[in-house]
DNA sequence: GCCGTTTTCGGCCCGACTGTTTTCAGTCG
């Protein structure tokens, strides 16, 4: 059993101990081991099978977490949890996702009305019954009602970088099958899309090797995380893997159309509309086989996609690009935009540290960095608003600058010195200007009062941008992806200001917010915005989330020359300098 | 339940808001 999915069990028991109510540090204890098992490098199954080693040599684990991790690695759950799992139904935890209802809320629920699920809970709200308990009321319900509308939407679909990951498992998975060259996510995953509804996996090898589809379907039906086979035909199966459900669809193709079924299956369903008109209009048929004439049936382009494109008269466009938004008649011009690549990046803006809510020191991030062959980071640490993160006051940031000052020169990537500062209620910062000024650079933020009507958030933004020491909007919409809507207000007018004062807007590369999104990218660079792509990491491990940044950009056409983190550090610092 | 230790028990992060109350519990971050 991975570490990760110990430590999903360990969440999940906590969040049964708190609907239970039990001791609220029992249960951060709980939540503190998942973490802990979750960011240890080492497998925890080995160490529990290895006499040598100790659990709870690990800081979190202790002597009952110990008992705890034998019996979830062991049996897949633990004592506590199975007790918990009588009492409540499985229900009890899809319940904590909607917004307004909380541990507290639900065992009260639970203990007036005997419901099981999501449609019965809606039903309770619908019906004005929930106000009938303490401390509930009309909003709750409405509250309630919205939330559950926005799960429903979102359930069936998946995170990009989720996705990616287990498309990284199963490629390693069946490539070890004899005769298997390559294995390729195609669909919305090969596109970048922010959240994919299912993958789809185009794999396809050499005859003369042993290649044979059957082999390739009957092993990827044995994956240890297939939870439930959907199909298993000859050239197609599909099966939920995970507990998380993803549906995956893999399919067997011969070398010779692999071209053809790889443009084919990528999509975007308005993209391959688009092409396939162009291929009739040339007298051709475009299918997952290939492109053929249409007198005589002869194939005329199926190995590679670029086969396809170019005998379509189209240079080949990148997966990001298809959907259709006048990327086919830029191919046909050959004027297809240079997009921005991971490997221009050169620095990365947006991180915390352990004086925040962050896991490392500030020089482990720096190391982190350079060894993913970046010049340069800043360090943005929270303001006091966020005060459950330990966020710096005045005091703090001035001690911080000049403590960066002073490692001048002695990490392994230039440091410049941050924060990101909570935009108040009212679009002040949270922390004084002269503090403030002591900074290289301030990414200013929206971490509290998201449900503000849209013009008073429209106001508190244009003044968040007034402050003459902030640079960049941090996470601009605050949306998490499945979870929450960003917040409103007028987009286009605050984009004008951050044009007119030169402030940039970030694309925040963490994998639950991708935010800008695309449609806004487009919107902003149409307006003259440049933007900085930065992970928002909280552990080294979350800047390698830059790629999926990179990604959302290249998906909004955008170019190096946008992206103000390509430039070298020596330029990024005179661009800093001129305020 | 973990940790550290003044070694066997006490401390562990909390401020702000919301909607419900009529003085504050529950949620959120």
Redesign the pocket.
């Known amino acids: 059993m991975e570490n990760k999915e110990i430590a999903r069990i360990l969440n999940e028991t906590a969040d049964l101990m ?1 609907i239970s109510g039990e ?8 939540r ?2 998942a973490t ?1 098992v979750e960011g240890y490098p080492e497998r925890i199954e080995s160490i529990l099978a290895d006499p040598e080693k100790k659990v ?1 040599d ?11 991790l034998d019996e979830v690695t062991t049996r897949g759950s633990c004592e ?1 949890r199975d007790q918990l799992l009588q009492q409540y139904p499985p229900t009890a935890l899809e319940f ?1 996702k ?11 629920i639970f203990e007036h009305y005997r419901i099981s699920t999501m449609d019965e809970l809606e039903r309770l709200a619908q019906e004005q019954r ?2 009938e ?11 309630v009602l919205r ?1 559950i509308a926005r799960y429903r939407s979102s359930v069936g679909r998946f995170l990009l970088s989720f996705a990616q990951q287990m498309a990284g498992e199963l490629e390693t998975y069946l490539k070890e099958v004899p005769g298997v060259e390559v294995v390729t996510a195609a669909g919305s995953l090969r596109r970048g899309k922010e959240t994919v509804g299912d993958l789809d996996l185009l794999v396809t090898g050499r005859p003369e090797s042993g290649f044979s589809e059957a082999a390739v379907l009957d092993r990827f039906v044995k994956f240890p995380r297939v939870n439930e086979v959907l199909g298993h035909g000859e050239n197609k199966a599909s099966a939920k893997v995970g507990h998380e459900g993803l549906q995956v669809d893999v399919r067997a193709l011969p070398r010779e159309s692999y071209g053809a079924a790889l443009q084919y299956f990528t999509g975007s369903k308005e993209h391959n509309v688009a092409i396939r008109q162009r291929a009739v209009r040339m007298g051709y048929k475009l299918n997952e086989y290939g492109l053929f004439r249409v007198d005589g049936d002869s194939l005329v382009a199926s190995l590679r996609e670029e086969d396809v494109y170019e005998a379509l008269g189209l240079d080949w466009i990148t997966p990001e690009m298809r959907e259709n938004l006048g990327e086919i008649e830029l191919a046909a011009e050959h004027r297809l935009p240079r997009l921005v690549e991971l490997s221009q990046i050169r620095g990365d803006l947006h991180m915390h540290t352990r004086e925040t809510d962050g896991r490392a020191t500030l020089e482990e991030m720096a190391e982190a960095a350079a060894a993913l062959g970046y010049e340069y980071v800043a360090i943005t640490d929270h303001s006091k ?6 966020g710096l006051d005045e005091t703090r940031v001035v001690a911080f600058a000049a403590q960066v000052r002073g490692l001048a020169g002695k990490l392994p990537v230039r440091v410049f010195s941050g924060l990101e500062c909570d935009i108040l ?1 009212d679009g002040a910062m949270d922390i004084a200007g002269d503090a403030l000024a002591e900074l290289d650079f301030v990414v200013a933020s929206v ?6 009507e849209p013009a008073e958030m429209t106001d508190r933004l244009l003044r968040a941008i007034e402050c003459p020491q902030v640079r960049a909007l941090g996470h601009p919409t605050g949306r ?1 992806l499945l ?2 809507d960003g917040y409103q207000y007028d987009f286009e007018r605050v984009v004008e200001a951050a044009v007119a004062r030169g402030v940039w807007l970030e694309i925040n590369a963490s994998p639950e917010r991708l935010d800008l999104d695309p449609a806004r990218l487009r919107a902003a660079k149409a307006r003259g915005a440049r933007f900085v792509i930065s992970t928002d990491a909280h552990h080294p491990k979350h800047l390698a989330h830059m790629r999926l940044g990179v990604t959302v950009a290249r998906r909004a056409w955008l170019g190096p020359e946008d992206i103000v983190n390509t430039l070298p550090a020596e330029q990024f610092a005179a661009v800093l300098e001129r305020g």
């Not at 401390?135 to 409405?142: D, N, P, S, T, W």
């Open positions: 708190e001791d609220g540090f029992r249960i951060r204890s709980y503190n081991g802990a709870t690990i800081p979190g684990i202790g002597k009952g977490l110990a008992f705890v506590r904590l909607i917004q307004g209802l909380g541990p507290k809320s639900i065992r009260t929930l106000r308990l303490p401390r509930m009321g009309a909003k709750l319900e409405e509250k939330s608003a966020l005060a459950m993160a330990n209620r971490h509290s009062h998201m449900n503000l998490i979870q929450r």
